[in-house]
């Protein structure tokens, strides 16, 4: 997946995340940001992995988001990998 389509699927993400009036304060208190903080900083690479991070913390949380936006949950995890500061470890 390229960055620009990784970037638009975190936003869509942060969208989702937006409406759950019971994820958003989770997240935001995971993040140590405020709402008026997300909405400036929204369009950040930062936040936009942070997004997917918190989303990918929960596979219910990964598999509602994509039922309720008709999405391929494997998406995220490509999503993740396509933005920065996600290299993958190698514990070897």
Request: net charge negative.
């Amino acid at each position: 997946m390229k960055q620009e389509s990784a970037e638009a699927l975190a936003l869509n993400v942060l969208a989702w995340l937006v409406g759950d009036e019971e994820l958003l304060p989770v997240f935001l208190g995971s993040t140590g940001m405020d709402g008026a903080e997300l909405r400036a900083r929204a369009g950040e690479g930062e936040v936009l992995a942070a997004v997917l991070d918190f989303l990918m913390m929960n596979d219910e949380w990964v598999n509602r988001w994509a039922l309720e936006t008709t999405s391929d949950p494997t998406h995220v995890m490509q999503a993740r990998y396509a933005l920065p500061g996600a290299e993958q470890i190698n514990w070897t």
